[in-house]
């Protein structure tokens, strides 16, 4: 099967309605509705860098004048003399030259203290939280750009758009974009070695065991389907960018964020890149004895601030500087005072950068206070880390608050003056219609969807598998404007996971059901 | 790290209590997470957090000031060469309060009071149950299985047989649920081929299966980070599904081939089809090698395009493995067999 007979197969769409994307202002794409354009980002684009191990934050961004720091920190602090002055304060790690230059051009902001209530000191449940945007003591397993994109994509995955929602540099998919529907984005390293890998890979829509074995399968299949799916445009999309635009270190890091640059400059609309560097779980020997400017903690800031900015330079020299917002963030800062191998050991709050033409610059925040730690001995954390995120989605993705709200799970979280000018609003929540459960999830007899519209359209409820399989059709046809609901009988579904969408005029949406 | 490995390989029917102390005081956990370094005056919490978190009780089961308690009993091992070695002085000889007990703890009395825990029994069955019945945990059977465990004193072989034997373990919900590690998806192709190790070439086969299994997100003795490797979905992204496929093909493309550079001794593609009576008629053929590969029924309409594949441009009729190119039509098969999402389960 080709990639054009593949999102035939996956086009559920019969004939007489007119799909637009929910609630954005771009309608229309009745003549080929299958292929979602990403154009309802306006070329928004995040790139996301993870330092995973949890980055020392105040060897990173060091508080010179304050004697505490030199007192607990005796072997292993930064001297005055050597921090890259940012003010009469703070400065950064020796490493760090190119973000300075970032930073003395205002393109790069730095936010003090970033953490969250009771935090973890786990890598694990730590990262999760970060990539999940949960609260410390709930466990979601949506990753919080996961549902940001299902919110841009709400026909997702009954319609797929034509390009990859997300993509992640590695191999190993990230929790960030995962969802109860499915990965919304693709993992690999390379698109030329992606798209030959892809080749003679099959996919198909059958249905699968009513077994917790085919619930994998049905898992296997997505990741199939994904991969056929994308491998082209990604392939296509970065064989047309200009190359060595500008140079880029030869790190692995600088590698990532080099074919990130190509393929935002070869025109792929993506709107979520993630890319990580790993190692910094500095508990042993993080400097050098008696240069404490050099050693493994320096040299991996030292490759951060060399390939975040050869990839600010990348896109400025493409003229897609204001397009794109690159943020680090890290699961966790480390201990206030040193431990015994001239390291440091788990700790909480930590200092971030979000870089980019748009961002204000400076540093948000208060100089981390060292006189007051918390029990453990941690810095407190002076800005939820959700802050970001939601400044992030609403600033600059154009994400309107109530979405922002719903994405960080029906919490507020005050935004931060980041970035100079705030986003104009492409996903807004849906004026023209609406589309909610109405009764039990997980079911078992029955459960019902509620709708409402605000004046007369075309309008087509249907269940789905999995794999999008249309199963039945609850509702089809013109209907006036106001408020109905549907009932979905359980004993015509065996046991498992379904998707309930409903596409009309004014947008779409989808559903997850679980039948017990 | 040969050490370690020998150390799991003599204890895995052994005590889990002796296995936790023994890995304690392991020369190559002491390098890993930093025992080694640790000291009494101030201590390094690596392994102590680890021991707690991943290796016996699970996020949520201790506190930060347990960490640091039990990081001053764990102090005093280094490694000198290939051995562990305690060193007094570099030892806290304090007291040390831990889980609410307070002494003079050293290793061995940290792993005791852990293991006394309830938390601990449960969180490694529920490692033995993800590993080896599914990786979602069924907690009513774990806690049946923590029973087991701690009423034979922590000796691992009687809470495996407990599993192993149990209807939950040959509940049909569970067949074929596993995605196979890479490990087990590249040495499974060499011998679904019949290939042994003996056949397996040293300097050219084994680098091969090295660097696939690296790509494929399992270099053995190098696991990711301290937790290991998460397996199940974890195993698969849209770039490590498709390099699967790449690696059986790769496989296939050598059966027959003169010029290989790997595989040497690998059947040709006919001869390997006539190990199945039914290699003669292209149905039944198609069916006994699914059978062969793939744990999941197929539909008929998949076996269709099966058949057609190895078919090629030849009829039913005219099946037979002395046609000339049924070489190439049976390599065609093998690898669309491989390709199919049904292939990555065991």
Redesign the interface.
Known sequence: MNRKEFLHQLSLLSGGVAFGMGGMPVKAFAHNPFSVSLEGTNGKILVLVQLSGGNDGLNTVVPYENSLYYNKRATIAIKKENVLTLNSQMGLNPGMTAMKELYDNGKMTIVQNVGYPSPNRSHFRSTDIWLTGSDANVLWDEGWAGRYLTKLYPGFPVQIPEQPMAIQLGSVESLLIQTDVGSTGVVFNNPTSFYNLVTGTTVDNEPVPDTLAGEELKFMRQIATQSVAYSDIIKKKWDGATKNVSPYPTTNLGNQLKIVGELIGGGLQTPVYLTNIGGFDTHANQVVAGATGTGTHANLLKTVADAVAAFQKDLEKRGLADKVVLMTFSEFGRRVTQNGTTGTDHGSAAPLFVVGSGVRGGILGKNPVLSDLDSNGDIKFEFDFRQIYSTILQDHLGVETSVTKNIMGDKDFTTLPIFKYAASTIVASNQEFSFELNAANPFTTYTSVVYSLKKSMGVKIAMYDMTGRELSVLRQGTIAAGTYSEIIEGERFVPGYYLCAMQCDAGQKVIRLIKM | MYIQNDLFRRSAWGNFKQLTKDVTIDPAMLIY??GR???G??????YS?EIM?LFTLG?GNYT?NDIKQAALAFTGWQVSGLNATFNQNRFANVNKTIFGKTGNYKYGDVVDIILEKPEAAEFVCRKLYKEFV?Y?ANETFVKQMADVFRKNNYEIRPVLKFMLTSDEFFN??????K?KNPMETTIGILKAFDLTTADVNTTSDWPYIYTQTQ?L?QLLFYP????GWVG???W????????R??VS?YVVNAMGNTRATQFKLISNPVNYARTYKTSEDAIKLVDDMVNVFLQ??L?Q??KQTLVNTLLGSTILANWSTSTPGAENQVKALL??IM????F??A
């Open positions: 997470l930093d370094l640790s000291n005056t101030t201590p390094n919490e690596n957090r978190e996020v930060e599914f979602k049909s919900q569970y067949k074929a649920a995605i790509a997100q990711p980070d301290v937790q199940q979905r974890d698969i992204s849209s770039t490590t599904f498709v390099l496929g790449s093909d999941f029924p539909s309409t998949k690898k669309a390709r199919l999402p049904e990555q389960f």
